[in-house]
């Protein structure tokens, strides 16, 4: 199994950056696809990007070009690097982690962009 937890949210002007980032604990973090979603009220969870565990990457239209996703498995933390950032990026990110049937989230970060 394997906990989650999110750190570098916050509040952006239009046209900022942020760089989430998850750090993992348990046991074979490189063997799990790391996912990043989000979720703004009265929508559904969405995936951002994703990243599988040979390193293949996947954005959601609306983020190509501006998001990174990145991990590090020595230090067990998926990243997520957010450049321009929209008011329409302002949601609760989620990072998770994803192996065969098994899954497990963190509890969130929440990111504002706002003028």
């Known amino acids: 199994q394997v906990q989650l937890v999110e750190s570098g949210g916050g509040l952006v002007q239009p046209g900022g950056s942020l760089r989430l980032s998850c750090a993992a604990s348990?046991?074979?973090?490189?063997?799990?696809?790391m996912g990043w979603y989000r979720q703004s009220p009265g929508k559904q969870r969405e995936l951002v990007a994703s990243?599988?565990?040979?390193?293949?990457?996947n954005y959601a239209d609306s983020v190509k070009g501006r998001f990174t996703i990145a991990r590090d498995n020595a230090k067990s933390t998926v990243y997520l690097q957010m450049n321009s950032l929209e008011p329409e990026d302002t949601a609760v990110y989620y990072c998770?982690?994803?192996?065969?049937?098994?899954?497990?989230w963190g509890q969130g970060t929440q990111v504002t962009v706002s003028a």
């Open positions: 990243i599988t565990s040979g390193s293949t990457t």
């Open positions: 998770n982690a994803a192996f065969w049937n098994y899954n497990a």
């Open positions: 348990g046991s074979s973090f490189s063997k799990y696809a």
